[in-house]
C-alpha cells in the first residue's frame, strides 16, 4: 500500500481537523450560553426565595409564638369560666339562705 502525501491530501485533512474544531467550539458556545441563562434563572429564584423567606419571617408568627399566643388565650377563658361558675355558687349560696 503506497500512499502518497500530497499538497491536497494535508490540506484536507488539515480542513477536516478545523472543521470538528469550530463544530466543538460552537457546541461549547451553545451550551455555555444555555449554562449562563440557567445561572441567571437560578440567581433570581434565589432572590425571590431569600425575599419571601424574609417577608414570612416578618409577617407571620412563629410555632413557639402561636403556642404561647394560644396558651394565654386558653388561660384568660379558663379564669373567665372560673368567674361565671363563681357567679352561679354565690347566686345558689344566695338562694339557699333565703
Do not use: C
Not at 419571617?57 to 386558653?74: C, M
Amino acid at each position: 500500500m503506497n500512499v502518497s502525501l500530497t499538497w491536497e491530501n494535508l490540506w484536507m485533512v488539515a480542513g477536516g481537523i478545523v472543521t470538528i474544531i469550530v463544530t466543538a467550539f460552537a457546541v461549547w458556545k451553545f451550551f455555555r450560553a444555555e449554562v449562563e441563562k440557567v445561572e441567571t434563572k437560578v440567581a433570581a429564584t434565589s432572590k425571590e426565595l431569600a425575599d419571601y423567606k424574609t417577608h414570612v419571617a416578618e409577617t407571620y408568627i412563629s410555632k413557639a409564638g402561636h403556642r404561647e399566643t394560644t396558651d394565654q388565650i386558653l388561660r384568660a377563658i379558663e379564669g373567665l369560666g372560673g368567674r361565671i361558675d363563681s357567679l352561679f355558687t354565690a347566686r345558689r349560696t344566695r338562694g339557699s339562705q333565703e
